[in-house]
């Protein structure tokens, strides 16, 4: 890879990668509410702020709820905006998480996943991120404190592009990634503040028949917000959609222009494949199961096995058309959720696979693996098991136990 | 849903409104409209100050208040309001 810009190398943990990359990215206003295994990205940037670092306005805020409301009002203005949350702090959130979505305010939020309560966890997984996949949110899981310093960065030039104007959340698996010290390479700050540029705005046309750029602006007033009848709601819903559709193009594009920059490259951007060419077996996850699974891929591949690994970077929105592409040859397909969806057919990244590959005409077996929940840790031997049940399905012509749980006690 | 609403393209992202708040008709909603005695009206415009929609106003050319029926939704506060009884809610 080529490396056009000088970088340092820092030791940080996901968390201080997330407050580091926020610094840079000349943030004006940031609220929040702090909740474990998230509160160290806000007190790394309260501590930036009091040291005089950033001019970034910072409100701490009575909740969750409150917090994101704040981002939605600063990012309505046309600040650029960030905040970070977790588990119940996410779910409290919910209802402005469709609201900021809805009123199109590119809010950006790093989320250090975590498990939902009862019983109460604060460890790792991706329940909490998982029940809010239809809020609108472009969701990007990374694998390493690396990645998450660059997605922050790159979130803020994909949600604020004015075709696209959706807000982002940047998923670091609670603890795993969030509390683990790696070496993280940092761009320069100018180099960074380059990047994300100045926020650009859409037009729009307002009620005294002008059009005008979208922010909140005394001089050219607008309604934001206002009651939407049935003859003209689900035309909203429609352009958001329509923009998800966009993000699929800028999160690439955007992608590209930064690994030019930096040196690194996750995939296309949205799916980062690993040896999955001429792959007869593969595993799909998100976040960081797939550094113990690449290592797992790797011993197989010295053995003789065509194992591969799809690790979706992108889960909103779904890249459809890679998946089909990436996954059509493949046998036999293990898709890994680290959440559950009660009463549902599996998890949900596997409804998503599952549903993607099914027009094709020839089809792999496609299985669900439920693993990690509340935390639980998942050794190499426990994904080498999921690649010979794909072994087993393939020797056999025939699925028997479409979902399991991996590491659960019967 | 008439042909003349727009399509999904043609309309403001973030339902930003194209059309000022006078361009949609609220009056429809009402069951119950205000009338008024002018023989009990002491024109106090206590009515005027307590409409939640600003559809009672003082016209200065007639020294009168006035109801504007087409944005009134009938909730019946400035009957309520009023201190001499001279606003009755009827059925429309």
């Not at chain 1, 194992?307 to 493949?330: E, Q």
């Not at chain 1, 393939?394 to 479409?402: I, S, Y």
Request: hydrophobic share 40%.
């Amino acid at each position: 890879m080529m490396k056009s810009v000088e970088q340092k190398t820092l030791a940080l943990n996901g968390n201080e990668a997330v407050a580091y990359a926020v610094k840079q990215s000349d943030v004006d206003v940031v609220a929040a509410y702090p909740i474990t295994p998230q509160t160290i990205i806000v007190e790394r940037f309260s501590e930036y702020v009091a040291n005089g670092e950033v001019e970034t306005a910072f409100v701490c805020t009575e909740s969750e709820h409150s917090a994101l409301t704040a981002c939605l009002a600063a990012s309505l203005t046309g600040a650029r905006t960030f905040t970070a949350s977790a588990s119940a702090g996410l779910a409290l959130m919910h209802e402005m998480l469709f609201v900021t979505s809805g009123c199109r305010a590119p809010v950006v939020m790093a989320i250090a996943n975590r498990a939902l309560s009862a019983p109460i966890n604060i460890h790792g997984d991706q329940s909490d991120t998982m029940a809010q996949r239809d809020s609108g949110w472009i969701q990007i899981y990374a694998e390493n404190a690396q990645e998450v310093y660059d997605s922050i960065i790159q979130a803020f030039r994909i949600a604020e592009h004015p075709d696209v104007l959706l807000p982002a959340m940047v998923c670091l698996d609670g603890f795993q990634l969030s509390h683990s010290v790696e070496n993280v390479n940092v761009l320069p700050d100018e180099v960074v503040k380059k990047f994300v540029g100045v926020r650009q705005y859409p037009m729009v046309l307002t009620h005294e028949g002008k059009m005008v750029p979208l922010k909140l602006d005394p001089e050219n007033p607008m309604t934001m917000g206002p009651l939407a009848f049935p003859n003209y709601y689900f035309e909203f819903k429609r352009q958001q959609e329509e923009a998800m559709k966009v993000a699929l193009r800028v999160i690439r594009e955007v992608h590209d222009e930064y690994a030019k920059i930096s040196g690194r490259s996750y995939g296309d951007g949205l799916l980062d494949s690993y040896f999955l060419e001429d792959a007869e077996i593969a595993i799909v996850c998100l976040g960081s199961t797939a550094g113990t699974v690449k290592t797992v891929v790797d011993e197989l591949r010295a053995e003789g096995i065509k194992a591969g690994l799809l690790r979706m970077r992108t889960f909103r929105p779904l890249p459809v058309d890679g998946i089909k592409k990436v996954l059509g040859h493949v046998k036999a397909v293990a898709v890994m959720d680290k959440s559950m969806s009660f009463g549902g057919f599996g998890g949900a990244v596997f409804h998503e696979v599952r549903h993607a590959l099914y027009d094709l005409d020839k089809k792999p077996f496609v299985v669900n693996y439920i693993y990690g929940l509340g935390g639980r840790d998942t050794s190499p031997m426990q994904i080498r098991g999921i690649y010979n049940d794909l072994q087993e399905i393939l020797a056999k012509g025939r699925v028997e136990t479409p979902v399991k749980y991996v590491g659960l006690r019967e | 849903m008439t042909s003349q609403e727009k399509g999904w393209k043609e309309i403001s992202i973030a339902a930003i409104c194209w059309k000022p708040s006078t361009e949609f008709l609220t009056g429809d909603w009402k069951t119950y409209k205000p009338v008024r005695d002018l023989e009990k009206c002491t024109k106090c415009l206590l009515c005027a100050i307590f409409c939640p929609d600003g559809a009672i106003q003082w016209k200065p050319e007639k020294e009168d208040i006035e109801f504007d029926y087409n944005f009134c939704k009938g909730c019946g506060i400035c009957a309520n309001e009023c201190p001499v009884k001279a606003i009755e809610m009827k059925l429309e």
